[in-house]
T-cell receptor, first 112, second 116 residues
Framework: AQSVTQLGSHVSVSEGALVLLRCNYSSSVPPYLFWYVQYPNQGLQLLLKYTSAATLVKGINGFEAEFKKSETSFHLTKPSAHMSDAAEYFCAVSDTGNDMRFGAGTRLTVKP | GAVVSQHPSWVICKSGTSVKIECRSLDFQATTMFWYRQFPKQSLMLMATSNEGSKATYEQGVEKDKFLINHASLTLSTLTVTSAHPEDSSFYIC????????????FGPGTRLTVL
């Protein structure tokens, strides 16, 4: 069964610094990979997704992620953090779009 | 767009009562909807998958008789927590897919259930 591991339950960066949130996946077939963001007491908002097209995926709010099959990774990056980026980020994997499995989440804190 | 709504956004009930949560796709038809449960500071756990007009498929360990799911139309799915107990208190989130082979799930804002 597919699964994802998010390295680091909490990441803290300064405003303007690079954001790097790590995600490694396990899947027996070419997966669909997703990054979602969750603000307190809200649902999940899709940041970006990988569906076997370009390996570098650009999402909303300046985020992007690169699919690296050899490393089974799908890390999320943003060149310059904003205070509004502070939230919980979830990586998810799916074989079919139905069986989505989420990582444990990474809480991003942005310091002024 | 792909907007999913949930109602209510929060609910408090007494132990032993039943609570119904609605999930609606506002601007698309959702052939498949999903129900997740999220405990504080934890990830989402899939509870069940429902397809319009058919019985829901529950994940292992989820009680079918406790968490009743009805997907009566292409825009509405409901989750009823029957005979709720304090341990059922949680954040319940639904999601929906636009089509059978569509890859992306669009999530609702969630419903916080507190059982006293």
């Amino acid at each position: 069964a597919q699964s994802v591991t998010q390295l680091g339950s909490h990441v803290s960066v300064s405003e303007g610094a690079l954001v790097l949130l790590r995600c490694n996946y396990s899947s027996s077939v070419p997966p669909y990979l997703f990054w979602y963001v969750q603000y307190p007491n809200q649902g999940l908002q899709l940041l970006l997704k990988y569906t076997s097209a370009a390996t570098l995926v650009k999402g909303i709010n300046g985020f992007e992620a690169e699919f690296k099959k050899s490393e089974t990774s799908f890390h999320l990056t943003k060149p310059s953090a904003h205070m509004s980026d502070a939230a919980e980020y979830f990586c998810a994997v799916s074989d079919t779009g139905n069986d989505m499995r989420f990582g444990a989440g990474t809480r991003l804190t942005v310091k002024p | 767009g792909a907007v999913v709504s949930q109602h209510p956004s929060w609910v408090i009930c007494k132990s032993g009562t039943s609570v119904k949560i609605e999930c609606r796709s506002l601007d698309f038809q959702a052939t498949t909807m999903f129900w997740y449960r999220q405990f504080p500071k934890q990830s989402l756990m899939l509870m069940a998958t429902s397809n319009e007009g058919s019985k829901a498929t529950y994940e292992q360990g989820v009680e079918k008789d406790k968490f009743l799911i009805n997907h009566a139309s292409l825009t509405l799915s409901t989750l009823t927590v029957t005979s709720a107990h304090p341990e059922d208190s949680s954040f319940y989130i639904c999601s929906a897919k636009k089509g059978l082979f569509h890859d992306t799930q669009y999530f609702g804002p969630g419903t916080r259930l507190t059982v006293l």
